[in-house]
């Protein structure tokens, strides 16, 4: 080992990334985003003295926008300030979440945590019986005749899902050629790790989607010595000391929140984040 990796006291920052990825969030509802993480990031990389960053990932995924930006930012980093990125999967890293982890030089994981599910999907809900049935009359006037396509309070057209698909197979493409940038030749030669499909960690590994089976302390311990520590770079507090959301946040629940912040639109969206998770059993 090095001599500047065995002095004493050597300390690796940590960025904890949770959360479902998408634009937005508020103190109410945390959302993981670049807007988000980009200046703990920052922080983390900034510091001179540690030979590497450590990130740890607990999320379903979400939006392969804000999830390639942050993959982005995290290499962009990594070249600029010549630091290694180790990634550790908590409960989740799978979709969005596992196309951050790739900018890991190394993956590590729990042989529990769930990995994988590369793969692109859309979610939503119709509502044309029910507008019928309560007597409501959907009016919408456009300028171009896909502009209202796969409107939810309109029976579906074949033509708008197929245009659906043809997104989603760019999408998952470019997902696809992440992964095989990014892992090469340690990945198993197997048609089914682009499938969409997850797996434990312990079969991750056997699918080189991962490098180990490790928890954080344990690995840097061994790769930097007994005493090496950790430190966890903190999301700067907002007004009444509350975190920025998306770094380090759980999922907030509405329910103590009173009804002006439970809007229709929010609780929308607190659905969809629960059902990310639920796909994953957690």
């Known amino acids: 080992m090095p001599k500047r990796f065995r002095k004493e006291g050597v300390t690796i920052p940590v960025v904890r990334l949770q959360g479902a990825i998408m634009a937005g969030g508020s103190q109410f509802r945390p959302a993981l985003n670049l807007a988000a993480v980009a200046p703990v990031l920052e922080k983390a990389f900034s510091d001179k003295a540690a030979p590497a960053v450590a990130i740890s990932i607990n999320s ?16 962009d980093l990594a070249a600029e300030k010549n630091k290694r ?10 979709s969005g979440g596992y ?22 999907v859309s979610g939503g809900f119709g509502f044309p019986e029910l507008l019928k049935k309560i007597g409501v009359e959907r009016r919408v006037y456009s300028a171009g005749e896909n502009k209202v396509i796969l409107d939810p309070f309109k029976p579906e057209r074949e033509s708008d899902i197929d245009y659906l698909k043809s997104l ?3 999408i998952h493409a470019v997902f696809i050629d992440m992964v095989k940038a990014r892992r090469g030749s340690r990945l198993a030669d197997d048609p089914d790790i682009f499938s969409g499909l997850f797996w434990t960690g ?3 590994l056997a699918l080189g989607l991962i490098d180990g089976l490790a928890d954080m302390r344990g690995e840097i311990r061994r790769r930097y ?11 700067a ?42 796909r994953f059993g957690r």
Not at 225 to 235: D, H, K
């Open 202 to 204: 312990q079969r991750g």
């Open 225 to 235: 010595g007994a005493n090496a520590g950790l430190r966890l770079v903190s999301p």
């Open 99 to 120: 196309m951050i982890a790739l900018a890991g030089d190394e993956i590590f994981a729990d042989p529990t945590s769930i990995v994988g599910s590369i793969g692109v």
């Open 85 to 94: 990125v180790l990634v550790f999967v908590e409960d989740v890293a799978a």
């Open 168 to 170: 989603q197979v760019e």
């Open 237 to 278: 507090r907002g007004l009444f000391g509350r975190k920025v959301p998306g770094v380090g946040s759980g999922l907030l629940a509405l329910a103590g929140e009173g009804a002006g912040a439970a809007s229709i639109g929010a609780l929308s969206e607190l659905a969809e984040e629960k059902a990310l998770w639920a």
């Open 60 to 75: 379903p995924g979400g939006s392969p926008v804000q999830s390639r930006l942050i993959f982005q930012r995290i290499r």
